[in-house]
């Protein structure tokens, strides 16, 4: 049981490049979450998924998309990569029988990326 | 608008002592509430959540949190510091009605000296 991995653990980008972070969790959750974290900041939620075919926008998803095609993947997608997008991303997922249920999130990692 | 508040960046105490994380929350309604600690360049571990019920929670490594609702605090506790307890640690809410709206706050760094 691996939890939640996050595929790569540090990148590079150009401004303008493109690159998507993989993230993949074999726990079965039905929910999975993107959030960013700044330095000496807390966690930003970019997009969450509550199953299979089923995404939605967060606090900061502009410049960011994201697909949810089987429940262990859920990839986020970087299609312009800007200065302002570096950060540290974190996947994270969590089993809720309802949206009402509070779940304890399991977070994967990082990716720590930096755009230049 | 749902918000938590972690007044303190840093929170310096010596082994042995008692150790508090301070965290203000403000949500509609009645919010459940976490505490996740973060070690050096890995991810977020959970520690302990309160949903409803018994005002102290017990977590995770001695840890323990106090639900005060007239305050809308949630501090978290620990009785006896220990320096492995040195890390980032954050307080989160969310609000009943959506997975969506989690909100973390900015992260206290716990330094533990020997």
Known sequence: ?116 | AQSVAQPEDQVNVAEGNPLTVKCTYSVSGNPYLFWYVQYPNRGLQFLLKYITGDNLVKGSYGFEAEFNKSQTSFHLKKPSALVSDSALYFCAVRDKSSASKIIFGSGTRLSIRP
Not at chain 1, 22 to 50: A, E, F
Not at chain 1, 80 to 104: E, G, N, W
Request: charged fraction near 15%; proline fraction near 5%.
């Open chain 1, 1 to 116: 049981n691996a939890g939640v991995t996050q595929t790569p653990k540090f990148r590079i980008l150009k401004i303008g490049q493109s690159m998507t972070l993989q993230c993949t969790q074999d726990m079965n959750h039905n929910y999975m979450y993107w959030y960013r974290q700044d330095p000496g900041m807390g966690l930003k939620l970019i997009y969450y998924s509550v199953g299979a075919g089923i995404t939605d926008k967060g606090e900061v998803p502009n410049g960011y998309n994201v697909s949810r095609s089987t429940t262990e993947d859920f990839p986020l997608r970087l299609e312009l990569a800007a200065p302002s997008q570096t950060s540290v991303y974190f996947c994270a997922s969590s089993y809720s029988k309802d949206v009402l249920t509070a779940d304890t999130q399991y977070f994967g990692p990082g990716t720590r990326l930096t755009v230049l």
